[in-house]
């Protein structure tokens, strides 16, 4: 199975900024698309963002206008930009790869905590 690394979480004062890495590795033939998820202590998984095959980033509404999720092909690698940071922001965050069946994966997750 695919191998999907994040990286990048720390704890940060309310108004600051994080990126965070996602890397998938494991199968140099697969394509991928990718996906940030984040779950808070005592609630559900939440969508952050995608970038799917047409190469065009989305967000949840809560990190429209905050967040920016970009591409590096070469490495099979997405940045997620956090800016503008707030305390409803904490959370474990999670990096999901999809595409073909071999191509698929987790990672085992990135903290991101915020403080006012």
């Known amino acids: ?5 994040e990286s990048g979480g ?19 033939f697969c394509t991928y698309e990718y996906f940030w998820h984040r ?10 963002s995608a970038l799917r095959d047409d190469g065009v ?3 949840a509404p809560s990190v429209e206008g905050r967040f920016t999720l970009a591409q590096d092909n070469a490495k099979n690698t997405v940045f997620l930009q956090m800016n503008r940071l ?3 922001d904490t959370a474990m965050y999670y ?5 073909s069946p071999v191509c698929r994966g987790w990672g085992q997750g990135t903290q991101v905590t915020v403080s006012s």
């Open 95 to 99: 990096c999901q790869v999809d595409g």
């Open 1 to 5: 199975q695919v191998q999907v690394t």
């Open 10 to 28: 720390a704890s940060v004062q309310a108004g600051g900024s994080l990126n965070l890495t996602c890397r998938a590795s494991g199968y140099p």
């Open 86 to 88: 707030e305390p409803e």
């Open 57 to 59: 980033p989305t967000y």
């Open 39 to 48: 779950q808070a202590p005592g609630k559900e998984r939440e969508f952050v």
